[in-house]
Every structure is written in C-alpha cells, then in structure tokens.
C-alpha cells in the first residue's frame, strides 16, 4: 500500500509561485494515476490536475490551466504541482493521491482515489 506524503506548502503573497511536492513510499509511484485536489475552508474538496503513469498525459482543471502544471518523475517516486501567479482565492489545503484503475482517464472525481496523503497548506496573502 503507498503512502504518501505532500510538502511545499507555505505562506505566500499574491503573484508568487510555489512548486508542491508528493512523495511516495511502500509502492512504485509509477503504477498510480497521479492526481491533486485542494480544499478551502468551508468548501468541498476540488479537482485541481492529474497525470497518467507515464507522464505523457496530464489534465487539469479548466479554471487553473495556464496557471497549475501538474508533472512527475517517476524514478524519485514524486509528484509535482507548480503554482505560479498565485491569488487569494487559491488558499486551501492541497492533497495528492494515487488511483490504481486502468480504464476512464482522466480521473477528476475523489472517489477514484484509493489513497491520500494529508495535505499541505497553501496560504496566499493579497
């Protein structure tokens, strides 16, 4: 079973970047579809990108494209978020997790997800 394990997250003003990092133990990160949500306080939790097992394929949510990459290397068993041109409203507490399902690329729901780490908060000053 992977664990895994998200950090980068920090106190940021708007305009800023930030590169998020999800690192995996106890399993191949390679053998998982790659994704990130993010939570923000007093909402639900949102899709936010997700990368298939090779890297060649990746979807993120239209509202964030241009602004999110989602990427991965497989051999330091790690996935990766940039953040850049950051704004307020993308305060939230920003997840990755692992899906082991074959069929129905591009997971953008959480229910595809079998396993999470615990988030790492990303805070963004106006």
């Known amino acids: 079973q992977v664990q895994l394990v998200e950090s980068g997250g920090r106190l940021v003003q708007a305009g800023d970047s930030l590169r998020l990092s999800c690192a995996a133990s106890?399993?191949?990160?390679?053998?998982?579809?790659m994704g990130w949500f993010r939570q923000a306080p007093g909402k639900e939790r949102e899709f936010v990108a997700v990368?298939?097992?090779?890297?060649?394929?990746?979807y993120h949510q239209d509202s964030l494209k241009g602004r999110f990459t989602i990427s991965r290397d497989n051999a330091k068993n790690t996935v990766y978020l940039q953040l850049n041109s950051l704004k307020p409203e993308d305060t939230a507490v920003y997840s990755c997790?692992?899906?082991?399902?074959?069929?129905?690329?591009?997971?953008?729901?959480?229910?595809?997800?079998?396993?999470w780490g615990q988030g790492t908060q990303v805070t963004v000053s106006s």
């Open positions: 990368i298939n097992r090779s890297g060649e394929m990746a």
């Open positions: 997790a692992a899906s082991p399902r074959l069929l129905g690329f591009p997971f953008v729901h959480t229910h595809r997800y079998d396993f």
């Open positions: 106890g399993g191949t990160i390679g053998s998982y579809v």
